[in-house]
Every structure is written in C-alpha cells, then in structure tokens.
C-alpha cells in the first residue's frame, strides 16, 4: 500500500499537463505506472501531486512510413506496440525482441517504452534496440520542444536528461534500410526479472552494405552501444577472426558490476560470448566457430 496522501490530476491536454508539472515541487507524471507506483510504495518517491497523463489524446498515436520512420506515442504500450502493429516486428525486429522479454504480460500490458527509457535503468531491455536504431525523444516543456539523441538521453542510473517541467511526447525510430536484428537476455528467471545481461544485435542492409550495430544492457551505469566495435567491422568479412576481435571490443568497452543478478566477471564474459551467438544465428558468420 500507498501509506501517504497525494493529489490525483488527469489532465486533458499537454499544456495543462505541463502547468502542474511546474506548478511546485514534488510532481510527477503517471502513465503506465508500472515504476512510480513501485517506489511510492517503498516510500523512494513521495509525490505531491501525481499527473496522469493518460486523459491526453494525442499521447496515444503511432505513426509508420518508410520516409519518416517510427514514432511511437509516450502512451503506447510495450504489448499494444507488438501485437497491435505488425510493422514493428517487419521493420524495426530488434526492437520487437526487446519489447516483448520486459518483465511479465501483465507488465506490458500497462508500462511504456517511453515510460521504460525515462526510468533509465541500466537493464533496460529497449534502450539497447532503440540505440542500435539512432532513435531519438522528443521533448516538450512550456518552453517549448526539443529532440534529443537516445544515445544522450541517459546520463546515469536512473537519471536523464529532461529537466523539470519536461515530459517525453514521443519516440521517434528512422526506419534506414532493410534490416534484420536480435536481441538475448540472460536473467535469474525466463520471465518477469531484469537483465543480468542484454545484447542487441541490428545489421542494417545484411545483403548489401551490411552495417552491424551491437548495444548492450547491465554492463553499465546506461544502455551502451560500443562505436568502437561496429567500426571494427565494418567492411570486414565476417571471419572466425574478425568476429572473434569484435566481440573481444565489446567486451573490453564493458564495466559490469557485481549484484544480486550476476557477477561482474560473469557479465564481462557474455559480453563477449553474446554477440558471437546472435552473428552465428543470423547466418553472418564464415567458416567454423
């Protein structure tokens, strides 16, 4: 239970929202609630007043087209996002993997993607997906709008960059080319639990250019997607030794610790061994591994 008073307000529209939002101190908007109301419970967040969002029409949109890509409403949720839109798996398959393993059915069934990148935890199982596909947040305040990068978005865990006043409207995700992705979870147990590692693997154009792209979850304080190890590869043959180097360069951007979900020295070894298993199962790899 909740052992303390706040007010409850459900705004109709984002300029309301925003009012209350810089109103005082202490306010925090609502949508799935799937986080916030987890801490309020544990007594971590002790809002005064709660803003549900979920009053705002135009919060719930989703929008497709191969020219501009993907933009996904901050109150879509991760199951209406999967099975509501067959596109998502079609275009944009490593997000679609990402999106279906966070946490449990019933999870899903209310949190957001956006409501899962704000909360900024290392183990996010989107983030890797949507920093392999150059995805941007688009922010809006009584000031105005801003978009920012996914890549710098995070800043530690459980921090971002939106400041006060500042809500996430949208996610938009650039549809580049043709693709094909993965995304692997290890955790304790097959459903509900957080990362103890995650992998996402993108190729944009795996018959042509064929450009690799590799984020990771819980190996550090954000969603980290290694630059160095996609440059590695690029316009390499995928030999025993070229993927070999470029997992070894994943593996050395890494720095894991140690919790209840895994070993400092476990995550650092996946982190090598991952990227190897998704290559090997998209059919990339030459020769024998």
């Known amino acids: 239970m909740i052992a303390f008073s706040y007010e409850y307000v459900k705004p109709k529209t984002i300029v309301e929202a925003l009012e209350i939002l810089n109103s005082e101190d202490e306010v925090y908007p609502i949508l799935g609630g799937t986080d916030l109301i987890v801490k309020m419970r544990a007594g971590r967040l002790k809002p005064k007043i709660v803003v549900d969002l979920k009053g705002i029409d135009e919060l719930f949109k989703i929008e497709f087209s191969r020219d501009k890509g993907l933009t996904i409403g901050a109150g879509i949720t991760l199951n209406s996002l999967v099975e509501d839109f067959d596109y998502i798996k079609e275009y944009f398959p490593t997000l679609y993997e990402g999106v279906k393993v966070v946490g449990g059915y019933q999870t899903r069934n209310r949190g957001t993607i956006v409501g899962n990148i704000c909360n900024a935890s290392p183990a996010s199982d989107t983030a890797p997906a949507l920093l392999t ?21 995070f800043l530690g865990p ?41 992998v996402a693997l993108t190729v944009i154009e795996p018959n042509g250019k064929r450009e690799i792209r590799v984020a990771l979850a819980s190996v550090a304080p954000t969603p980290l997607r290694v630059y160095e190890a996609e440059e590695f590869i690029k316009g390499k043959e995928l030999t025993k030794e070229n993927v070999e180097r470029f997992a070894q360069i994943v593996q050395n951007s890494v ?20 990227p190897i298993k998704l290559l090997r199962e998209m059919n990339l790899c030459k020769g024998e591994f």
Not at 263 to 269: F, I, Q, V
């Open 133 to 153: 596909y150059n995805a941007k947040v688009n922010i809006v305040s009584l000031k105005g709008e801003r978009t920012v990068d996914i890549n710098e978005f």
């Open 158 to 198: 459980g921090k971002t960059v939106l400041q006060k006043g500042e809500i996430v409207r949208s996610i938009t995700v650039p549809y580049e080319s043709d693709n094909i992705g993965k995304y692997y979870k290890i955790s304790r147990t097959k459903a509900i639990d957080l990362a103890t590692i995650g």
């Open 255 to 274: 720095t894991p610790i140690t919790d209840a979900r895994g070993t400092a020295e476990y995550r650092r070894k996946m982190a090598k061994v991952l």
